[in-house]
């Protein structure tokens, strides 16, 4: 079975009508290092568990939004519009 | 003559642990066994344990679509499976057991000018290797293939495709007991329902796993797992560049022959082939998101079934069998991750997406020789880990993305 996302906005949907973003990483520092770069860009936790994760709703209102989605079971537990200031701010 | 009906063991059960191996591989996979086999045949190495948290085969390696082939676009990429599928051609007589390699040819479609300006470019890097592969037109794809449809009605109408002769199938199944037989006879152990719960380090070396059934300590460790590998290697500390998707595929009902190539059509996101069986084997693309849970969904079965009939409106009638789902570990450029890692004694097999299982005799071997030696091969180098903090991608995205 795929699953039902809840859209901040237009409630559940099905997730084909939705474009996966993976999970949500915060970007470095201006002077970080370019070890930290790169930790940054291409390494990801992978969680088998409950991951922050982005969202676009791309057949429907078009808003990004940020989902917590257990990956052992694909049980969104919720779906929230972040602050701007808030998922992915520098450190 | 009564002898034929004797129940035969494909390997030794297993009771209890070893303290100590001189090496401990992670994953009874086809890459498992493999770099198993091979450190027994090309090193001598034999005092090693394989840990299977389930049955021998029972991931990515009893789950994939069996196509074997060389024709990628890296020169990194395409040498190197290369040797793959020279290995794998002589390896059923190797294991004294039938692959049921049979080498059909492989047809990658293109529908726009674009795909086909990249198939030019891979039939190039192919032929300056060596590699039987080059682009080919409606009139010679209608030889090859006279089931297609190559007509204007498809959504995509077929302009061209890059046609590699050696690409094949072979029986997977096959692959995985072989492997497994050849290892267990030349003396590794096979400990299936072994799952690997911890890993102890000490000064940037691996000192030993603990498992479900012990703790147990080695000189070399290997990783082989697949979808779980951000997880194993996070239990050594090892951070990995890999996301976790499904991959899914399902089989139809047999029907006499029909197709002997490999048809693949990226454009469509689905490949298809008739096993030896009759069934007709059809795959797709990854789902988008990141999961570990491995349950299929409707509308994988949905948009595959449709595009296949673009292709080969004659399987209209065609009746879906079974469906399955394997968990993937996608790398960012689409090439594998493969070597020595930040710790001393710890490799890894990895960051394989879809197209592990074409590689594992090359895995076993070189992989072996890197025990056997303490030195990476320089067909592996790079495919190293250390390539993402380098930045020295090896993209092959245009041919392993749906490639197959």
Known sequence: MSFLLSCPHCGPRPVDEFRFQGEVTRRPGPDASLRELTDYVYFRDNVAGVQREWWYHRTGCKVWFVAERDTRTNEVLRTEIPSP?????PR | MKDIFRVRRMWRPRSELKKRYDVVIVGGGSHGLATAYYLAKNHGITNVAVLEQSYIGSGAAGRNTTIIRSNYRTPEGA????????LYERLSGELDFNLMFSQHGHLTLAHTDSSLRVMQERAEVNQILDI????????EIARLCPQLDLSDTPTWPIMGALYH????????????WGLARGAD????????NTTVTGIE????????????????????????????STLVCGMAGVRLPITTHILQAFVTEPVKPF?????????????????????????AEIEPYTTYKSTGTFSFLEYSARHVLEL??????????RAWTGLCDLSPDYSPILGATELENFHLSAGWGTYGFKAAPIVGTTLAELVASGKTPTLIAPFALERFHSDTLVSELAAAAVSH
């Open chain 2, 132 to 139: 039987d592969s080059r682009v080919v037109y409606p009139e």
């Open chain 2, 185 to 192: 006879r030349a003396g590794a152990e096979l400990h299936q």
């Open chain 2, 79 to 86: 040498e190197f499976y290369k040797r793959s599928v020279e």
């Open chain 2, 312 to 321: 080969f409106p004659q399987l209209e009638r065609l009746k879906v069998l």
């Open chain 1, 85 to 89: 200031a808030g998922a992915a701010a």
């Open chain 2, 201 to 228: 380090t000490d000064g940037g070396r691996v000192t030993a796993v603990q498992t479900n059934r012990g703790r147990v300590e080695a000189d070399v460790f290997i990783s082989a797992t697949a979808g779980w």
């Open chain 2, 259 to 283: 197709l002997d190539v490999i048809i693949v059509s990226a454009q469509m996101h689905v490949y298809v082939s008739q096993t030896d069986r009759g069934e007709f084997l059809i795959g």
């Open chain 2, 165 to 176: 002769a050696p690409g094949g199938i072979i029986r997977h199944d096959a692959v995985v």
